[in-house]
Every structure is written in structure tokens, then in C-alpha cells.
């Protein structure tokens, strides 16, 4: 064997096993739904303006529709029928604060077609001022809290939540409380490498089991300081298997996201 040939081998040796070193603690590379809220959380200003078209793409090969109509179709075929899946309808994993009560999925029959249109923006408030606020797409199945408001897509297999995290001091107290909520609710936790986006948002992603149902799962969760030491959570929860098939909506989800000097400038 030439030097060169064993030059070779040894490099491929050692990419794999560096691939398998990174999946083993749930990849270093974010892509899907991860990916999304690392380049996404915080929309700011424009945050509003971006809800109201949210099955707009902006920069993106595929719009929201168009992910859904993937999507669909992705859901039709015998691999996705036969997997297990979660339902976060009857199971949601409230990982920034107290559970919402468990709602009734629609079935396959009368479940409404993949919506592009936005709810209206939904705002938490503390002291009669606003703090976080977010516009999920119409088709999912919307809770409030008085700290929080969540939502859960129509087939129960994407759930987001957005949270004032009291008590926390700091965005690192703030991550503290959120791999907590983790743990109560998924199990074989793999964290990725902690991230600060451009806008200032502690951001921890990872893979998990869901402890109840047991369906493969990823995460990301983002922490960020909505004024006045004031922190807050989002938190996004997708089977692992259609995560691909869900991240230009939490994309767009994440985009829509205001805190509590994006109000101050609009005014």
C-alpha cells in the first residue's frame, strides 16, 4: 500500500470518528428545527410585521406552504405511518413552566389543512407592561397561561412554548431552570454545543426520548433578557422524524418573537 493510500485511511479513520464523536452528543452540526431557532429566535421590531405574513419565507428556498405540502406527503408514506409518534396534544412537554391541560388532537379526518395564516400575536405581560410576545401559525392549538402561552401543531408533533422565567437572575440562572424542565420531561438527554445568537439569546439544542410516549425527539431551547434583568424562555419540542419537515415554521415561529425593548421601539 502506497504512503499516500495510508494517508488516506487515516484521515477517513479519523472523520468517522469525529462524525460519531458528534452524534453521540446530539450534534454539533444544528440543522432542521434546531437549526432554525439558532438562526431565528428573536424577530425584534420586525417581529410583528413578520407574523402577519408568516407563510412567507423571507431568504428561503421553501416557503411555509410549501414545507406543508412536503410534509403531507411525507406523513401519507409507510415509513411515517408505521413509526411511533408523539402527541403533545395529550402529552405537552411544558419544559418552561406549568403544563397546559391536555387537549384532544383533531382527528385525520377532520384535522384542517397546513394553515399559512398567523394567529394574532400573543403577549405576556408583567406589571401591566409587555414582556415576550409571539404569533404562532392558525392551524396550531393555542394555550395561555399567566406566565406563558404555548402552542401545539395539528398533528401534535411540534409543541413551542414561550415563558417569563421568574426567579431566574440571569441568562445562565435562566438555563439552569430550563434543563430542569428538560429533565422532566425527556430522557437520554444529548446536549449540542450552547450558542449565543446575534441577538443576544443563550441558545442549548440536543436530542432526547420523550418520557412518557418514548419517540425520538429533538429540542431547542433559547434564553434571552427582555429588559430590566427580566428573562425569558422559548422552547421548541419535534418528533426527530419530521423535524426537517418543521423548520420553516418554527423558523418563521422564532422570527415573530418580541421582547420588551422591541414594544418600547415601536411605540
Known amino acids: ?44 421590531e420586525s417581529g410583528a410585521a413578520t407574523g402577519a405574513k408568516i407563510g412567507v419565507v423571507t431568504g428561503a428556498a421553501r416557503s411555509v406552504g410549501q414545507e406543508a405540502q412536503a410534509r403531507a406527503q411525507y406523513q401519507a408514506t409507510a415509513a411515517y405511518q408505521s413509526a411511533p409518534r408523539s402527541d403533545f396534544n395529550q402529552a405537552p412537554p411544558a419544559v418552561l413552566g406549568d403544563a397546559p391541560s391536555a387537549a384532544t388532537a383533531p382527528s385525520a379526518a377532520t384535522a384542517p389543512p397546513a394553515a399559512t395564516a398567523p394567529s394574532p400575536e400573543a403577549v405576556l405581560q408583567k406589571n401591566g407592561k409587555p414582556v415576550v410576545g409571539v404569533t404562532l401559525p392558525a392551524d396550531w392549538k393555542p394555550t395561555t397561561g399567566a406566565n406563558h402561552v404555548s402552542g401545539v401543531s395539528a398533528d401534535g408533533q411540534a409543541f413551542a412554548m414561550i415563558a417569563i422565567l421568574d426567579g431566574a437572575a440571569d441568562k445562565q440562572a435562566g438555563i439552569a431552570k430550563v434543563k430542569q424542565g428538560l429533565l422532566r420531561y425527556l430522557q437520554d438527554i444529548k446536549y449540542d454545543d450552547q450558542t449565543e445568537t446575534k441577538r443576544g439569546a443563550t441558545v442549548v439544542t440536543g436530542t432526547a426520548k420523550g418520557k412518557k410516549a418514548g419517540v425520538d425527539v429533538v429540542f431547542a431551547v433559547g434564553v434571552m433578557d427582555a429588559g430590566a434583568g427580566q428573562i425569558v424562555g422559548a422552547a421548541f419540542i419535534v418528533d426527530s422524524k419530521i ?10 415561529i422564532c422570527q415573530t418573537v418580541r421582547v420588551g425593548d422591541d414594544f418600547a421601539a415601536k411605540k
Not at 243 to 252: C, M, V
Open 243 to 252: 423535524e426537517d419537515y418543521y423548520k420553516e415554521t418554527i423558523r418563521q
Open 1 to 44: 500500500m502506497s504512503k499516500f493510500r495510508i494517508l488516506g485511511v487515516a484521515a477517513l479513520a479519523l472523520l468517522t470518528l469525529a462524525r460519531d464523536s458528534t452524534a453521540q452528543r446530539g450534534g454539533a452540526v444544528r440543522t432542521g428545527a434546531r437549526g432554525a431557532v439558532v438562526g431565528g429566535l428573536v424577530g425584534g
